[in-house]
């Protein structure tokens, strides 16, 4: 089934669930005497990686995986040009709706060019990761100020990059109560011309309910260029 985030159209493809995976007893009890500190049954996370790009995040193990296709669209690669997808997925709680009712996350890799590669920031890269269409941490005038209110800020340690996370909740606007609530990241290395972006979010009572799980998540987040 289709869902909508982020102007996306994402398409669920497969449900990894590794409990259902059957393993010869002896296996597993090899497995559990070889790994002594570790428990002895399925993890509750796994990742979902670009290994060619450097990308990791770490998800419940019981989250769908979500993908694109050619016709699903791309917000940033609608905006400007000199953007290209080389890599995006999604992942998410089964039942429910993705983004609104349960927390989606969105991992992307870009390729940059022209302008936008040389005038890359740390706010431009918020601009494009973004669901507002501009940076929150530092908006450009009341009406964007009044959409948003940044609920924490932080830089990204990651060797020879520049990157942030920000927590920040949107509304449509200041008569409106506060929507969604969105833990994004972005980091760009303009010598590889590459920019990265993970979102996480979904409407402001859901992210009360799954705040714990959704700061695991983008916590996880990792980029090694």
Same mark, same amino acid.
């Given at each position: 089934?289709? $869902?909508?985030y982020?102007g996306?159209?994402?398409r669920a493809?497969?449900?990894? !669930?590794?409990? /259902?995976?059957?393993r010869h007893?002896?296996?597993?009890?090899?497995?559990? #005497?070889a790994?002594? #500190?570790?428990a002895?049954g399925?993890?509750?996370? /796994?990742?979902?990686?670009?290994k060619a790009?450097?990308?990791? *995040?770490?998800v419940?193990s @019981?989250? %769908? !995986?979500?993908?694109f %296709?050619?016709?699903d669209? @791309?917000?940033?690669?609608?905006?400007?040009?000199?953007?290209?997808?080389?890599?995006?997925?999604a992942?998410a709680?089964?039942g429910?709706?993705?983004g609104?009712?349960?927390? #989606?996350m969105?991992?992307?890799v870009?390729?940059?060019?022209g302008e936008l590669?040389?005038?890359?920031?740390a706010?431009l890269?918020?601009v494009a990761?973004s669901?507002?269409?501009?940076d929150?941490?530092?908006p450009? !005038? %009341?009406?964007q100020r009044?959409?948003?209110?940044?609920?924490?800020? *932080?830089?990204?340690d990651f060797a020879?990059?520049?990157?942030? /996370? *920000?927590?920040?909740r949107?509304r @449509? !606007?200041?008569q409106?109560?506060w929507?969604?609530?969105? @833990?994004?990241?972005?980091a760009?290395?303009s010598?590889?011309f590459?920019?990265y972006?993970?979102?996480?979010g979904c409407?402001?009572?859901?992210?009360?309910s799954n705040q714990?799980?959704?700061d695991?998540v983008?916590s996880s987040? #990792?980029? $090694?260029p």
């Amino acid at each position: 089934m289709r $869902k909508p985030y982020l102007g996306a159209i994402l398409r669920a493809l497969s449900t990894n !669930d590794v409990s /259902r995976v059957r393993r010869h007893p002896i296996a597993v009890l090899i497995a559990c #005497l070889a790994t002594l #500190l570790s428990a002895c049954g399925p993890s509750s996370h /796994r990742y979902i990686a670009n290994k060619a790009e450097k990308v990791y *995040a770490k998800v419940p193990s @019981d989250w %769908d !995986d979500y993908a694109f %296709d050619e016709s699903d669209p @791309d917000r940033l690669e609608q905006i400007t040009s000199q953007a290209t997808v080389v890599w995006r997925t999604a992942a998410a709680p089964a039942g429910g709706t993705a983004g609104v009712e349960t927390p #989606l996350m969105f991992m992307a890799v870009y390729e940059l060019s022209g302008e936008l590669n040389q005038q890359m920031s740390a706010s431009l890269a918020r601009v494009a990761g973004s669901p507002v269409g501009f940076d929150p941490v530092l908006p450009q !005038d %009341d009406t964007q100020r009044e959409r948003t209110e940044v609920l924490s800020y *932080a830089p990204l340690d990651f060797a020879d990059m520049n990157g942030t /996370r *920000a927590v920040f909740r949107t509304r @449509d !606007d200041a008569q409106s109560e506060w929507s969604n609530v969105y @833990d994004i990241s972005t980091a760009y290395d303009s010598s590889a011309f590459r920019l990265y972006v993970l979102q996480v979010g979904c409407n402001a009572a859901c992210y009360e309910s799954n705040q714990a799980v959704i700061d695991k998540v983008a916590s996880s987040w #990792l980029v $090694k260029p």
